[in-house]
């Protein structure tokens, strides 16, 4: 099995639901969509692409959970703006993990998985963005590997959490703040001693 890594925008109370944009993901009621934009800055972007470019967090393959893939599929692929985000995640293998879904799936290198205990025959590293579903039952069978967790100077005080019924010794492997006060910290599994 390849190396999983969970790169997450996450709240000072652990809330992930709906980072990107207001109608993002409305489940539950959730109101406050987009929470995580203001927190964007030139150091994010820099750390963001210094691990796409050394193949870690965004470089490689992509692990997604359905709502997820259709999200990023009806954003990035029309994107022209040269974002070097955009090339990277059209190029990528994305396995989208559904019972749902039907192939042929309609983004480029896109490989349907049937089930999460499938994931484990992967062989490449990969790296889940968002997909909080899928992050936490991969959290439950212990195989995450890495989290790249971007803490937002913020409480929510609603909406779904990254570690909601989940368990996790961490260990700190490399932490910068970034001009919004947004802590990008790299963990990764306790070995037990």
């Known amino acids: 099995m390849g190396k999983i890594t969970l790169v997450e925008h996450v709240s000072l109370d652990g809330v992930m639901q709906a980072p ?15 929470w995580a934009v203001p927190g964007n800055d030139e150091v994010m972007g820099a750390e963001l692409g210094k691990r796409m470019a050394s193949g870690r967090a965004l470089g490689g393959a992509q692990l997604f959970g359905r709502r997820t893939y ?9 994107q022209t703006d040269g974002n070097p985000f955009t090339e990277a ?20 290198n896109s490989v349907l998985v049937r089930d999460v205990a499938d994931v484990a025959e992967i062989e490449e590293p990969l790296t889940v963005l968002g997909s909080g579903v899928l992050a936490q039952e991969l959290m ?30 961490l260990r700190l492997v490399e932490s910068v ?10 963990y990764e599994k306790r070995e037990e001693a």
């Open 20 to 34: 990107a944009a207001a109608d993002e993901d409305t489940r539950d009621g959730f109101a406050r969509g987009g």
């Open 70 to 78: 259709e999200q990023f599929f009806g954003y990035w692929p029309e």
């Open 89 to 108: 995640l059209n190029q990528a293998t994305k396995y989208v993990v559904s019972r749902t879904l039907r192939e042929p799936l309609p983004w480029v």
């Open 140 to 169: 439950r069978r212990g195989l995450v590997d890495e989290w790249m967790l971007m803490t937002h100077p913020l409480a929510l005080g609603t909406g779904r959490r990254l570690f909601d019924g989940v368990e996790a010794e």
């Open 177 to 186: 703040t970034t001009t919004t006060g947004v802590v990008i910290a790299r």
